[in-house]
């Protein structure tokens, strides 16, 4: 009876002692796109190697059990940036800031103007170019086909469409450089054609 009772407190202790052992901890997300602009991806997953797995929602937060074994992977998707997944191994932080790359394309688009003074429907239009993209343009290129005028009558034109590419770009926090040039043609068409090529994330 003696040995039984002795047996039976050591598994208590043992027990109580286990669960005071293995401390539930909590790590928190913060999610930035590449300009450091916030985001909230769609999907965030979190798969542990005890084979459970969590989905993080509007609380990116996960809580866990601390123990010098546990790992997990985050993995994140999201339609307009690139799938990403990282490990984290023992001991893990309180918080983690993870960038998530924008998926870039590439958008090509004319404007055919009467004279090198754009009107004000296409500046609408050239503007409406430009503030489909989320993020904004961060690379432009502008070919201006001159057609039967001079090249120093573009230059009110080329002022213009500038100012229109930082306008969309400004309001959208764009940190990292961006990219813009203007080429000029000569040719023999009655009309003026400015071709435009930009670089945006999706």
Known sequence: MKKL????????VFTFGY???????????????QFGSSIKPDKVEI?????????LFTDYCFDYYSTPN????IIISDVNYYDYEKTYYFPIPETDTIVLGNIITMTKFF???ETPILTDDEIKHLRNFFSESKYGYNSLTVQINVGKYNVSEFQSSIVQIFDLYLRDLLPKNLHNSIEFSIGLKNNDLDNVFYLF???HCK
Do not use: M
């Not at 798969?47 to 989905?55: L, P, Y």
């Not at 546990?70 to 992977?73: E, K, L, M, V």
């Open 5 to 12: 009772l002795l047996a039976f407190l050591g598994f208590i």
């Open 19 to 33: 669960a005071q052992s293995v401390s539930k901890d909590r790590i928190c997300f913060q999610f930035i796109n």
């Open 47 to 55: 798969t542990d190697n005890e084979g459970n797995t969590f989905q």
């Open 70 to 73: 546990y790992a997990f992977a």
């Open 111 to 113: 404007i055919k103007s």
């Open 197 to 199: 090529e930009g670089l």
